[in-house]
C-alpha cells in the first residue's frame, strides 16, 4: 500500500496549478443521466472518486469517452441499469447522487443506502423526505432505496438541516418534473451553484441557485451541453495551510477568491500576507502564525473540509485556538495523530482547544478519511525530521497528484509503496 514520506523543514516556493473541484464534479458527472444527449466537461479532476462515479455511471449503461484523463464525453442513450450497488456505493457515499436524477428520467432507481462512514453517521433521510414529497413512492428493502415516480411532480421542500448532495439530489430531480418546485433551507455551496449551471446549460429553468431558495420549474427534456468544472476550493484552502505551517510564498493559478472569504480572512488574522486576482490568489508566510479560532458552518462560513488542516496549522501557532466543528460529530480523527507529532490539543465534544507547541517531530501517521489526511501531510512539511503518511488512498479520492505539486514547489515529499498512482 502507498504512503507518502516527508520531511518537514523546507520552505515552499513557486506556483501550484489546482485542479477542478471533487465535490463539484461529482453531482456534474450524475448530472449526464438527466439526458440522452452527450454532457461534455472539461476540468475534471483526475481523483479516485471520480473513477468510482465513472464505474458507477458506466454500469448503469453510460457512454463514457476520455479525451485526456481531465475531459469527459458521458452519452445517456443507453443507459438502462437503474442502480447504485453496494459494492460502489461503500466505496464512495457520493454514489446516492445518481438517486434524483435516474428517477427522474427513469421513473425508478435502486441505490444502496450508504451507511456510516469515518466521519459520522450521515443519513440520507432529507433526500427520501424530499422526493417522496415530488410523488416518489419509496420502500428500503434488502439495504437499497427503492424509488419510483412515473413523473415527479414539482413541490416545496423545506429541509430539516442544510445537506450539500441532499440540495443537489433534489434539484437534479426536480429539473424533470411536472410542475413548478422550491428548495428551502438549500445548501449555498459554490459546488451547488456550478451543478446549477450545468443544469441550466442542459435545458434546465433554475433561479436562486446560491441562495437558500432554489426555484426549479421543471422542464419535459434536457440537452446536450459543455462544461468546465469550477476550480476545487478545498484543495486551494490545504496548499494556503501548507504554506502557513511550512513557510514562503506560493501563487496559486486555476483558482477563485471569492469563494473562498471565510478561509482568506482567517488566514490573514493567522498572519498570511495574500493577494489575489482573476484565477489566482498569492500567500506569503514568514513568521510563526498567530493562533486562530474557528466554527465550521454550511457555507458561506468556515467550511468543514478545512477544519483539519486549520487544526494542523494552530499545532504550531503563538496562541491558544479553539476549534468547534458543528456539521460531523465524529471529524476529530486527526488529533491523536497529530498528538503523536507532538501537538497539544484537547477534545471536549465537538470541541478542540489547540495550545501552540514549539516543534512538531516527525512519525509515523495515519488518517481514515480525507481531510484528516491532508492536515497530516501539511504538519509533515512543519515537522522536524521524516514523516510517514500511511493508508493515502484516502488522499487519493480527493487530492489530484498531491505529492507532484507539493514537491513543486520545493517540498520533499515522495511517494513510496507498490503501486504508482
Ligand atoms: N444530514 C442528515 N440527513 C440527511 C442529510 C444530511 O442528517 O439526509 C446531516 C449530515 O449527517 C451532516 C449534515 O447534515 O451532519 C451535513 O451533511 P451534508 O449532507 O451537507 O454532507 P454531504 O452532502 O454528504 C458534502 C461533501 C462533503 C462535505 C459536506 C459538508 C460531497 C460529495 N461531499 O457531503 O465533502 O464535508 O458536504 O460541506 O459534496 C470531502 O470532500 O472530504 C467531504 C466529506
Avoid at 233 to 257: D, K, Q, S, W, Y
Avoid at 339 to 355: E, F, L, N, P, Y
Wanted: glycine residues 10%.
Amino acid at each position: 500500500m502507498d504512503k507518502l514520506s516527508i520531511t518537514g523543514g523546507n520552505p515552499l516556493s513557486g506556483e501550484i496549478t489546482i485542479s477542478g473541484a471533487k465535490n463539484a464534479a461529482l453531482p456534474i458527472l450524475c448530472a449526464s443521466l438527466l439526458t440522452a444527449d452527450t454532457l461534455r466537461l472539461t476540468n475534471v479532476p483526475q481523483l479516485r472518486d471520480v473513477m468510482t462515479t465513472q464505474k458507477l455511471l458506466q454500469g448503469m449503461g453510460m457512454r463514457v469517452m476520455t479525451d485526456n484523463v481531465h475531459e469527459f464525453e458521458l452519452t445517456g442513450a443507453s443507459v438502462d441499469k437503474l442502480e447504485a450497488p453496494y459494492e460502489l456505493v461503500k466505496t464512495m457515499r457520493a454514489s446516492i447522487l445518481v438517486l434524483g436524477p435516474t428517477l427522474a428520467r427513469f421513473g425508478e432507481a435502486r441505490v444502496s443506502l450508504p451507511g456510516g462512514c469515518a466521519i459520522g453517521s450521515r443519513p440520507v433521510g432529507e433526500h427520501i423526505k424530499g422526493l417522496q414529497a415530488m410523488g416518489a413512492e419509496i420502500n428500503i428493502e434488502h439495504g437499497y432505496i427503492h424509488a419510483r415516480a412515473k413523473r415527479l411532480k414539482g413541490a416545496r421542500i423545506i429541509t430539516d438541516m442544510v445537506t450539500v448532495t441532499g440540495t443537489e439530489n433534489l434539484l437534479m430531480a426536480a429539473v424533470l418534473a411536472d410542475g413548478v418546485s422550491t428548495i428551502e433551507n438549500a445548501a449555498r455551496e459554490p459546488e451547488v451553484v456550478d451543478l446549477a449551471e450545468c443544469l441550466i446549460k442542459m435545458g434546465a429553468r433554475i433561479t436562486g441557485h446560491g441562495t437558500d431558495t432554489i426555484r426549479i420549474e421543471g422542464v419535459e427534456r434536457l440537452h446536450g451541453a459543455e462544461h468546465a468544472v469550477m476550480p476545487d476550493r478545498i484543495e486551494t484552502g490545504t496548499f494556503l495551510c501548507a504554506v502557513m505551517m511550512a513557510r514562503g510564498r506560493v501563487v496559486l493559478r486555476n483558482t477563485r477568491a471569492d469563494i473562498l472569504d471565510s478561509v482568506l480572512d482567517k488566514l490573514r488574522e493567522a498572519g498570511a500576507y495574500i493577494e489575489a486576482g482573476d484565477g489566482w490568489i498569492a500567500i506569503e508566510m514568514r513568521e510563526r502564525a498567530k493562533a486562530v479560532s474557528i466554527r465550521t458552518l454550511p457555507y458561506p462560513a468556515f467550511p468543514t473540509d478545512m477544519q483539519a488542516q486549520f487544526m494542523a496549522m494552530n499545532t504550531l501557532a503563538t496562541g491558544t485556538s479553539v476549534i468547534t466543528e458543528t456539521i460531523f460529530e465524529n471529524r476529530f480523527m486527526h488529533v491523536s495523530e497529530l498528538a503523536r507529532m507532538g501537538a497539544d490539543i484537547h477534545i471536549d465534544g465537538h470541541t478542540a482547544v489547540v495550545k501552540g507547541v514549539d516543534k512538531l517531530s516527525g512519525a509515523t501517521v495515519m488518517a481514515t478519511d480525507l481531510r484528516a489526511s491532508a492536515s497530516l501531510v501539511i504538519a509533515g512539511l512543519a515537522a522536524e525530521g521524516e514523516t510517514i503518511v500511511d493508508r493515502i488512498y484516502h488522499l487519493d479520492r480527493g487530492y489530484e497528484h498531491i505529492e507532484a505539486k507539493l514537491g513543486g514547489v520545493g517540498a520533499d515529499i515522495k511517494r513510496v509503496g507498490t503501486a504508482a498512482h
